[in-house]
T-cell receptor
Framework: AQKITQTQPGMFVQEKEAVTLDCTYDTSDPSYGLFWYKQPSSGEMIFLIYQGSYDQQNATEGRYSLNFQKARKSANLVISASQLGDSAMYFCAMRLNAGGTSYGKLTFGQGTILTVHP | NAGVTQTPKFRVLKTGQSMTLLCAQDMNHEYMYWYRQDPGMGLRLIHYSVGEGTTAKGEVPDGYNVSRLKKQNFLLGLESAAPSQTSVYFC????????????FGPGTRLTVT
């Protein structure tokens, strides 16, 4: 069965600095997708970035980038130039493709609370 | 487009009561999902549906039932609520297996006393 692990319950960063949130995963399926979601204190789930297992380059979306190391089964989120509004819970999630039979189901990690200090 | 909406936003139940959570999406998505979020555990899949009239069990289905009579709606039912079902419930939808993104609703905070 697939598993996602986020080992950092909480992280602190100074405004304008970069921060890396760790995510490791475990699956034997060669085809999968990795996601990061942000959950601010208001509670909604905001999609940030996606990386496919066959993608040759690391995904980037504005200040967000995904450091994908397939051999190490890690998919760390890097936030550059942190802002106060980045303070939130961050979830890593995985979707197996399983030949199309996984039906898009997501498996989530436990989350990391990021606090950005001014 | 409203995206994914959930009704109600908050609810308090007594043990043994029943209720239905409604999820609606206006994006013509085939797939819909119900997750629950508990502190320290991330989101876990309760049930999902890959099309109108179809439903399937997820990781934590016990104590819940679902129905998808219309493509745009996905209902989650609690027949006899228990304190262990106190949680935040999220509905999500997507185009299909290969979709880059699942679109989430705002969540329903349920407390069972």
């Amino acid at each position: 069965a697939q598993k996602i692990t986020q080992t950092q319950p909480g992280m602190f960063v100074q405004e304008k600095e970069a921060v890396t949130l760790d995510c490791t995963y475990d699956t034997s399926d060669p085809s999968y997708g990795l996601f990061w979601y942000k959950q601010p204190s208001s509670g909604e789930m905001i999609f940030l970035i996606y990386q496919g297992s066959y993608d040759q380059q690391n995904a980037t979306e504005g200040r967000y980038s995904l450091n994908f190391q397939k051999a190490r089964k890690s998919a760390n989120l890097v936030i550059s130039a942190s802002q106060l509004g980045d303070s939130a819970m961050y979830f890593c999630a995985m979707r197996l493709n399983a030949g199309g039979t996984s039906y898009g189901k997501l498996t989530f990690g436990q989350g990391t609370i990021l606090t950005v200090h001014p | 487009n409203a995206g994914v909406t959930q009704t109600p936003k908050f609810r308090v139940l007594k043990t043994g009561q029943s209720m239905t959570l409604l999820c609606a999406q206006d994006m013509n998505h085939e797939y819909m999902y119900w997750y629950r979020q508990d502190p320290g555990m991330g989101l876990r899949l309760i049930h999902y549906s890959v099309g109108e009239g179809t439903t399937a069990k997820g990781e934590v289905p016990d104590g819940y039932n679902v129905s998808r009579l219309k493509k745009q709606n996905f209902l989650l039912g609690l027949e006899s609520a228990a304190p262990s079902q106190t949680s935040v419930y999220f509905c999500a939808s997507s185009y299909g297996t290969w979709s880059y993104e699942q679109y989430f609703g705002p969540g329903t905070r349920l407390t069972v006393t």
